[in-house]
């Protein structure tokens, strides 16, 4: 639990790093408080319809709009904890253009539609990855080692 209120504590800090075990615990625990409100939207009847978006919880719409910035700025960190920028958060959008020209040529789109699906499946594979790679030891281009090698430690910010 302390490892998800450790990602609020950060609200909004793109910079520094972030181990492992904080993006993944984080991570874990949306996934199941995620699971938790969508029961709870269904049995409490509680749904909102847009047009063309039908049966969408509200708890899990409120629920998800309040740990977006936590969830983007942990796993900018986690990156950074690799030594690669947070920006390679976007590569796996990228492909979609192929998949948008392969929806506007008619001859060739639907090949472009499955190499763009493709490219966007492997590089949110490569993404993966990359979160789940052990960080840098001691100090990198990011900032200090948040496994407290280099006078930082992670706990520090745990028993505040």
Request: glycine fraction near 12%; hydrophobic fraction near 50%.
């Amino acid at each position: 639990m302390n490892w998800y209120l450790l990602a609020f504590k950060k609200y909004g800090t793109f910079s520094g790093r972030s181990r492992r075990q904080e993006y993944w615990m984080f991570f874990l625990f949306n996934i199941i408080v995620s699971i938790v409100l969508a029961l709870l939207d269904q049995l409490l009847g509680l749904k909102l319809t847009f047009e063309g978006i039908n049966n969408t919880g509200i708890l899990g719409v409120i629920y998800s709009l309040a740990t977006f910035v936590p969830g983007l700025s942990i796993a900018v960190r986690r990156l950074h904890d690799t030594n690669r920028s947070g920006w390679f958060l976007l590569l796996p959008i990228a492909p979609y253009i192929l998949v948008i020209l392969g929806l506007i040529l008619r001859g060739f789109g639907s090949i472009l539609i499955i190499i763009g699906g493709l490219a966007v499946l492997g590089l949110a594979i490569l993404l993966i990855v990359w979160l789940a790679t052990e960080g840098t030891s001691g100090e990198n281009q990011f900032g200090p080692d948040p496994k407290g090698t280099d006078g930082f430690s992670t706990n520090e910010l745990l028993d505040n």
